[in-house]
């Protein structure tokens, strides 16, 4: 089993910049991958950005690139997104999540998730 926990969202407004945090515990040797995904009210959970926990490898979505990114720190077991500049449409529950594989963009591989945290950008 392994427990993330996220933090660092908070109330921002357009253009601004947000860190989010998800501390890792457990059984945090069999980490692949970890991830971001966010779920605006209404609509799916969209993957946002992942990264390879050892090789340090990232991918992100196509909304976010350029303005967002995300990092980890292997000692911390803590995984990182960096947010800037951002956009009243990046509003959203944000999630962090790992998986034991590689980097995946399906919130279905991903066995473990946190419990959200809140991101609302105001214009």
């Known amino acids: 089993q392994v427990q993330l926990v996220e933090s660092g969202g908070g109330l921002v407004q357009a253009g601004g910049s947000l860190r989010l945090s998800c501390a890792a515990s457990?059984?945090?040797?069999?980490?692949?991958?970890m991830a971001w995904f966010r779920q605006a009210p209404g609509k799916e959970r969209d993957f946002v950005a992942t990264i390879l926990w050892r090789g340090g490898n990232t991918y992100y979505a196509d909304s976010v690139k350029g303005r967002f990114t995300i990092s980890r720190d292997n000692a911390k077991n803590t995984v990182y997104l960096q947010m800037n500049s951002l956009k009243p449409e990046d509003t959203a529950v944000y999630y962090c999540?790992?998986?034991?594989?590689?980097?995946?963009?399906?919130?279905?591989?991903?066995?473990?998730w946190g419990q959200g945290t809140q991101v609302t950008v105001s214009s």
């Open positions: 457990g059984r945090t040797f069999s980490i692949g991958a």
């Open positions: 999540a790992s998986r034991g594989g590689g980097i995946a963009t399906l919130s279905y591989a991903y066995g473990y």
